[in-house]
């Protein structure tokens, strides 16, 4: 059909790109390995728990027609809400575009190339949280009692997922479109990522992103969506309109057909346009400035060439936000109390400290690529080589951490000792974390690339120097922060016949000083891995 992708072309394409997902997958490292088996564990979970759903719902529908009848609308609303922001947002990202695409385009039309990115983006998306809801549709027929409901609850799921994703395609590809034509999206799209990462976290622990998202639920459960569930229900809710679910049917196979040619449309356009090419000015790497008086000329000169890395190609450092997860209690119990609980500030000090060390001094010989034989030569010291490293991550890092601990530390209902200690922390234990980082990464370097996004790879450190130094630095510096909350500092004080205060400064000083000793044996390593490296 003209305008419309061929068959056997976009077959062909989309199998080409499963099979070379499913070979990254295998070439991951294993803590991404373990990332993935996680998310594996939560889909059969999902699975469990939308079947275990489905049943009930299936049997309430049957013994109380009137008020299940409410409820089950909302399941495609929902269903539907959630495939369309995904979809448009995952191709938004990543799955708009293709690897080789100049390749593909003068092989075989932009449409088919289109067509084959749709069927492999809705089994990566759609087809992920489809298959738990097919298994949940027999849940549903059994619970109804009626087998008939399985065949027409499965093609309510179908139509609504594939619909869903046929519409949020388009919309992720024109997202894609617009802002690659903006030069400010451009300059700054590392940052704009950033703050959109952590407007999105802030949503989840505020517990407002069922808020956002109700009205637009709302809205389609009072739209021609929730006529699937009349489809899904036909055989087993006496209501259920057999119009609205010949429809829904109807309209399903128009608004996909639309979906297609308007995804073929806003990617010809997004790939064929030029986009804008934002020109960043880089400072010269042998300028003297204040950078050169603090720290020396070789010391600077490394601790901006790291800067300048992580600006080029910021997805290298996505790991720091790995362990993000550690903030999520104490900041939702401060939602919750309406105030900055107790547990929040020595919390943030803790991860920002180890943030720092993990910034730039977690694989310090990896991370200089194909240049570290020109880097060992070049006249640059081992010590001044690592404390560059340190030096860039403690400026970055550790003023951010001092500044936010201070200001959540102040705020909260801790004691003027616990105050005073905790910002101490976050000044003494972000450079610490850095030579810890650097002795670590030095002793499990890795070289090789991991493939971050579809057609991003990235060096990152090896998952012994991120377990490694995760440990070693939580049993040392961990001590420093973690009794300087009032339970654990109560606690403690009661057991050795002590004052709060006492526990709260010696904690501090036992934690610094274990930290101290590890970040100055680590730092020793690493001057002397990167003094004593050869290239073989």
């Known amino acids: 059909m003209p305008g419309f992708p061929d068959p056997r ?15 990254k997958l295998a070439d991951k490292d294993a803590l991404q390995k373990s990332a993935v088996g996680v998310a594996a564990l939560l889909g059969l979970a999902f699975t469990a728990a939308a079947a275990f759903g489905a049943y009930f719902g299936g049997q309430a529908l049957v013994q109380n027609p009137e008020s299940a009848a409410e409820l089950v609308a909302l399941v495609p609303a929902g269903i539907g809400t959630f495939t ?13 575009d293709i690897d080789v695409r100049d390749g593909y385009l003068t092989t075989v039309p932009a449409r088919d190339v289109v067509g084959g990115l749709l069927v492999a983006g809705f089994l ?11 298994v949940a549709t027999v849940a549903f027929a059994a619970g109804a009692g009626s087998p008939l409901a399985f065949p027409l609850a499965a093609v309510a799921v179908l139509a609504l997922t594939v619909t869903a994703f046929l519409v949020g395609f388009p919309l992720g590809a024109a997202a894609a479109y617009l802002l690659g034509q903006s030069e400010f999206v451009a300059r700054y799209k590392a940052v704009l990522g950033a703050l959109a990462f952590v407007a999105y976290f802030a949503l989840i622990l505020t517990n407002t992103l069922g808020e956002l998202f109700g009205p637009v639920v709302e809205a389609f459960r009072a739209s021609p969506v929730a006529w699937y569930s009349d489809l899904a229900a036909l055989t087993v809710l006496g209501d259920a309109s057999p119009l609205k679910a010949a429809a829904v049917l109807v309209g399903s196979v128009a ?10 449309r806003v990617s010809e356009r997004r790939w064929y346009d030029d986009g804008v090419h934002a020109e960043t000015a880089e400072a010269d790497s042998a300028t003297s400035g204040r950078l050169d008086a603090l720290l020396g000329r070789r010391t600077a000169w490394v601790a901006r060439k790291s800067w300048l890395r992580a600006r080029r190609a910021p997805i290298k450092l996505v790991y720091v936000s790995y362990p993000l997860f550690v903030l999520f209690t104490p900041i939702q119990s401060s939602v919750q109390a309406g105030h900055v609980t107790t547990l929040l500030p020595p919390t943030v000090a803790l991860y920002g400290a180890w943030m720092t060390g993990a910034l730039f001094t977690l ?5 200089e690529g194909a240049v570290l034989p020109v880097s060992v030569t070049t006249g640059v010291s081992g010590r001044e080589f690592v404390g560059g490293l340190v030096a860039a991550s403690t400026l970055v890092g550790g003023a951010v951490t001092l500044v936010v601990t201070a200001a959540l530390a ?4 801790l004691s003027p000792v616990a105050v005073a200690c905790t910002v101490a922390a976050a ?3 972000p450079p610490l974390a850095a030579a810890v980082a650097a002795g670590v990464g030095t002793s499990f370097p890795k070289y090789e690339a991991t493939t971050i996004t579809r057609s991003r790879e990235a060096v990152v450190p090896s998952m012994w120097a991120f377990g490694v130094y995760t440990l070693a630095f939580l049993v040392t510096a961990g001590v420093a922060t973690g009794f300087q909350t009032p339970v654990v500092a109560e606690a403690l004080a009661d057991a050795l016949g002590t004052g709060e205060a006492a526990v709260h400064v010696g904690s501090l000083l036992v934690g610094v000083v274990l930290a101290g000793v ?11 891995e990167f003094d004593t490296y050869t290239d073989g």
């Open 9 to 23: 072309h976009a077959y062909a394409i989309a199998h080409n790109e499963i099979r070379i997902g499913w070979r």
């Open 427 to 429: 000044i003494v234990l």
């Open 124 to 134: 990566r998306v759609a087809g992920f949280f489809a298959a738990p809801l097919l």
């Open 255 to 264: 608004v996909s057909a639309l979906g297609v040619a308007a995804s073929v």
């Open 84 to 96: 369309l922001f995904m979809s448009a947002y995952l191709t938004a990202i990543q799955l708009g």
């Open 410 to 413: 102040i705020l909260s209902p």
């Open 363 to 367: 694989n310090p010989l990896g991370d």
């Open 518 to 528: 590890a970040a100055a044996v680590a730092a020793r390593r690493a001057v002397r």
